[in-house]
Structure formats: structure tokens, C-alpha cells
């Protein structure tokens, strides 16, 4: 999967230790109720889950100043949560499914917010199909799937009359559904909340750069080598990454058997599902509302080659494609408007999504 580029981490990293605290105190009454201990839990609109350091740095960079606060569970290299006098917050899990999972059940069952009327936006940047969008472009999710729970037969030994070496589960070919007993396989999200992020966020300015569109320009077709623009469709998640042409018609087809039809892969990441499984863990508690998820993924580099170009090169030089900074700057782009709406209309949004 071609998910991230590092070389901007090390710099962001100590930018967001240095933010500074909000400068509101942390017992301000409209912000705080009592939890089952008797201490203070914090109301919560907005939760943006981001999962490494440039993801969540953006937020921090554009919606500050910040209250930190310390929750026990969260990734030691990201352990608190940052809040502001919106009752917006944000988190960062680390990468990959495992991260994701601990730190969103570490957040959720912690006493130290109140989360039941809280809305979660997932905020990453992913691989992009380029039949679907481009470098830059930001993507709302109505469905979540699972690329990793598969059986794999070596490429190199695929039965007669088979297109690729991937089937589900205790199934006997490659087209069929599995029986999905692991029940991760994959989610439907909100489709009104889906709908009211991208109706919010449509025609906003997204940012580009000449390095992206240098790269876009290799395609041959559109939307690959059309500027970014905010799309609705479906996100992938597995913790190998990947590239190429074969594979990227898996992850499509993948998408259309286990959604029955209805979704269209675009982005390839490594968390989502887990996180929102966690969620879920959650909500039969009633801690969390899973009505109230959002999944945002922008596209940082193409998941497969342009024509004569070899998957191994788009793999090990994705940096090259120049879609890092935008696609991270495009998840503010994109987001803020639904961030934004819910927590200065929160009569209209508390009760759920509103009808407009």
C-alpha cells in the first residue's frame, strides 16, 4: 500500500511537542461533566483521529491554542489529546491496525471524556486509485474494507482460469464473498453524515503543486491527471503496503464483493477498519455513537504505475509524486468545513446529523 511519506516527520514531530497548552482553564462548566468516579469528563464535539505526527499537526498548526491532556493507553509517542475551547479535539493513534486499535480504545473507554454525542472524523492521507482521483484529492468514505483477511496462494502458482492469488475466507475462488466470520471484513458507515461532509466540502480550494501535477501529467487519463477535487468513495485497509496494476484490480474488485455492489474503492490505507472496530467495542457500551464516524482520506501517491512505468519504481519512489504535503494540507481543506459546522451549530448537530 503507498500510504506515507517520512522524510517531513522528524521536523513536524518537534513542532507539535512544542505546542503550546490552551490557555482556557480545564474546569471551564461548559466543557466538563462528572464521570462514574466523580471526577471531571470532558465534552467532546468533534474527535479528529489522525495517525502520525504530520496528520495531526495540521489540525494543531490551523485550530489552536490547545489544552493537552495525558490519557493512560495512548501510544507513548503520541500520548495525549489535544482539545480547544470549541470542544474540538485531536488524537493520534500511531500507524498501522494494531496502533490504531489500542490507542481509539484507550481514548474511548478513558474517564476523562464524555464521548457519547461526540462526532469522530478519521483524518488520513492514503494511496488513490487514479480511475477515482488523483494526488491531492480528498475522498469522503461510505464504506470501510479489510484487504488483509484474505487467503493468498504465491502469484506464482495461481490456479488455471484465475485473475489473481487472493480469495476470501473459506471460500473456493476469487470472485465469491467469504461468509465473514471475523465480522471486520467491512463496515457501512452514515451515509447522511457522509453525504453532509461532502456537501460541506465540495467546492472548497484544495492545494497542488507543480511536483503533483508533473506526476499527474503521466497518466494518459482522467481524473489522474485532472487537479485534486473532493470525491465520495471507498477506503481500503491493510498493513502491507503495496503497488501495481494487478493488485489495484483486486483492491477494486475486493471492494465490490464484500460491499455487495454498492462501493467503489479509491484510497488504500492501514487503519481504518481497526479504528473503527474499536468504536464499536465502544458503542455497545454505549460510550461512543457510531452514527457519528467520518473517514476522510486524501490521496498522497498513486497505488499503481502510469504506463510504462514499473510497479517496483512507483513503489520505492512514491515521495517523488509530490503528494505528501497537499494531501496532508487537503485533509484540513477538505475536513474544517464539517469540523467547523458541527461545533458552531451544535444545536443543530447534537442530537445527530441534521436535516438542511
Not at 481543506?333 to 442530537?351: K, M, S
Amino acid at each position: 500500500m503507498l500510504i506515507r511519506t517520512f522524510s517531513a516527520i522528524p521536523a513536524l514531530m518537534l513542532a507539535a511537542c512544542a505546542v503550546s497548552p490552551l490557555a482556557a482553564n480545564a474546569d471551564d462548566s461548559n466543557s466538563f461533566a462528572q464521570n462514574d468516579s466523580g471526577s471531571q469528563a470532558r465534552h467532546v464535539k468533534v474527535m479528529i483521529i489522525s495517525m502520525f505526527a504530520p496528520e495531526g499537526q495540521v489540525w494543531l498548526d490551523h485550530l489552536g491554542p490547545w489544552q493537552e491532556i495525558t490519557v493512560a493507553g495512548l501510544s507513548p509517542d503520541y500520548p495525549t489529546v489535544h482539545c480547544n475551547k470549541q470542544d474540538i479535539c485531536v488524537m493520534t493513534t500511531g500507524m498501522g491496525h494494531a496502533n490504531a486499535a489500542a490507542s481509539t480504545m484507550a481514548l474511548t473507554f478513558s474517564p476523562k471524556f464524555d464521548l457519547r454525542h461526540t462526532y469522530f472524523m478519521v483524518a488520513g492521507i492514503a494511496g488513490i486509485d487514479p480511475l477515482r482521483g488523483t494526488v491531492g484529492s480528498a475522498a469522503w468514505a461510505k464504506y470501510l474494507v479489510d484487504f488483509g483477511i484474505q487467503w493468498e496462494i504465491d502469484g506464482r502458482e495461481i490456479p488455471p482460469g484465475w485473475t489473481t492469488g487472493y480469495l476470501g475466507i473459506n471460500t473456493t475462488g476469487p470472485t465469491q464473498k467469504p461468509p465473514l466470520d471475523y465480522k471486520t471484513e467491512v463496515f457501512q458507515l452514515n451515509t447522511q453524515l457522509a453525504d453532509a461532509a461532502f456537501a460541506l466540502s465540495r467546492n472548497v480550494t484544495l492545494e497542488d503543486n507543480a511536483q503533483a501535477q508533473a506526476a499527474r501529467a503521466k497518466f494518459s487519463y482522467a481524473p489522474a491527471n485532472q487537479p485534486p477535487s473532493v470525491i465520495q468513495c471507498d477506503t481500503l485497509a491493510g498493513d502491507t503496503w503495496w503497488s501495481g496494476t494487478d493488485l489495484g484490480q483486486r483492491a477494486r474488485d475486493w471492494t465490490n464483493i464484500l460491499t455487495d455492489g454498492k462501493g467503489v474503492y479509491c484510497t488504500t490505507q492501514q487503519e481504518d477498519n481497526s479504528t473503527y472496530e474499536a468504536l464499536t467495542r465502544a458503542a455497545t457500551v454505549k460510550r461512543v455513537d457510531l452514527s457519528r464516524v467520518a473517514v476522510l482520506r486524501s490521496g498522497s501517491d498513486f497505488d499503481r504505475p502510469y504506463a510504462g512505468q514499473t510497479s517496483a519504481d512507483n513503489l520505492l519512489n512514491y515521495a517523488a509524486q509530490g503528494g505528501f504535503s497537499i494531501a496532508v494540507d487537503n485533509l484540513y481543506n477538505a475536513g474544517n468545513p464539517l469540523v467547523q459546522d458541527i461545533a458552531t451549530h451544535w444545536g443543530e448537530w447534537r442530537d445527530g446529523v441534521p436535516h438542511r
